[in-house]
Nanobody
């Protein structure tokens, strides 16, 4: 299984970015998919997760600003990030639960300038 994330970049505070992550080389059903992030000097933390049925869960710090969605047919998870803040600066990793095994993408850097 490979997870390939894209969509990171540099944006000014208040701006928006959309991350995408495609799962490939897997013929199995994907359970939860989600996004985590790791800022310099900090531990990796959950940003948002979405079940195969579409239920979502968000970190308190991003509620109301970020939206996670998925396309099961395309095995893709998205993260729409609006009203970005400098504290959202981090490497964002996508995650997929396949047969109770966690798979991780390599990460995509999001930098929010003030």
């Amino acid at each position: 299984v490979q997870l390939q994330a894209s969509g990171g970049g540099l944006v000014q505070a208040g701006g928006s970015l959309r991350l995408s992550c495609v799962a490939s080389r897997s013929s199995f059903r994907i359970n939860d998919m989600g996004w985590y992030r790791q800022a310099p000097g900090k531990q990796r933390e959950l940003v948002a997760v979405i079940t195969s049925g579409g239920r979502t869960n968000y970190a308190d710090s991003v509620k109301g600003r970020f939206t996670v969605s998925r396309d099961n047919a395309k095995k893709t998870v998205y993260l729409q990030m609006n009203s970005l803040k400098p504290e959202d600066t981090a490497v964002y990793y996508c995650n997929a639960d396949i047969l109770r095994v966690d798979y991780w993408g390599k990460g995509t850097l999001v930098t929010v300038s003030s």
